[in-house]
């Protein structure tokens, strides 16, 4: 059973605009969101996280948004740069100490010049 | 700083078979983690080793067993390979929060 999902199998943006990325998850005991970026032949890298006490992350060109009453969060990086292209997966645990993380499927995004 | 490195890289059994597969942690952390990742999954929960004992497990059958040395370091092992076990194997290694992950080894099982 897909506890963590990204409907969103790819997503394709133009440099400079904004991507967004979409997951949603279905576990009301999850309480730390990640979000973690995989390039072929590397493990996954973190990028960002939050915790369910807040609403917004912000890193640089990443936000990550969540809404908690509709267990939705969203990644959206501004401006996309062609480097940004990867597999992103979201992933979901109940507790930020290091934990089993549940993963997401992916979203294979592609930024184009 | 090395951080989590895992070997193999790649490896070839076939059905039946046994494999062990490695990990070293990042510097300073003293938890690892193992998941496997199928082709166009994302990566799946098997086990945590904290302190040289399994501190939580997934959802796979018991021919996935590992083991955690007094460095730190990690094994995982899959007996009796099935088909279905052809997959990446990520490790990942931690002390509080964020986990960081190593290249993987990709096993295939013929």
């Known amino acids: 059973d897909q506890q963590v999902k990204q409907n969103s199998p790819s997503l394709s943006v133009q440099e400079g605009r904004i991507s967004i990325l979409n997951c949603d998850y279905t576990?009301?005991?999850?309480?730390?969101f990640l979000w973690y970026k995989k390039y072929p032949a590397e493990g996954p890298t973190f990028l960002i996280s939050?915790?369910?006490?807040?609403d917004k992350n912000e890193d640089g060109r990443f936000t990550v948004f969540l809404n908690k009453s509709a267990k939705h969060l969203s990644l959206h990086i501004v401006p996309s740069q062609p480097g940004d292209s990867a597999v992103y997966f979201c992933?979901?645990?109940?507790?930020?100490?290091?934990?089993?993380?549940?993963f997401g499927k992916g979203t294979s995004l592609l930024v184009t010049p | 700083d090395a951080g989590v490195t895992q070997s193999p890289t790649h490896l070839i059994k076939t059905r039946g078979q046994q494999v062990t597969l490695r990990c070293s942690p990042k510097?300073?952390?003293?938890?690892v983690s193992w998941y496997q990742q199928a082709l166009g999954q994302g990566p799946q929960f098997i086990f945590q080793?904290?302190?040289?004992?399994?501190?939580q497990r997934g959802n796979f059958p018991d021919r996935f067993s590992g083991h955690q040395f007094p460095n730190y370091s990690s094994e995982l092992n899959v007996n009796a390979l099935l088909l279905g076990d052809s997959a990446l194997y990520l490790c990942?290694?931690?002390?509080?929060?964020?986990?960081?992950f190593g290249p993987g080894t990709r096993l295939t099982v013929l």
């Open positions: 576990n009301s005991m999850f309480d730390y």
């Open positions: 939050i915790s369910s006490i807040k």
């Open positions: 080793y904290y302190e040289e004992e399994e501190r």
């Open positions: 992933a979901a645990s109940p507790s930020n100490s290091g934990y089993a993380l549940n």
């Open positions: 990942a290694s931690s002390v509080f929060g964020e986990q960081f």
């Open positions: 510097s300073g952390h003293d938890t």
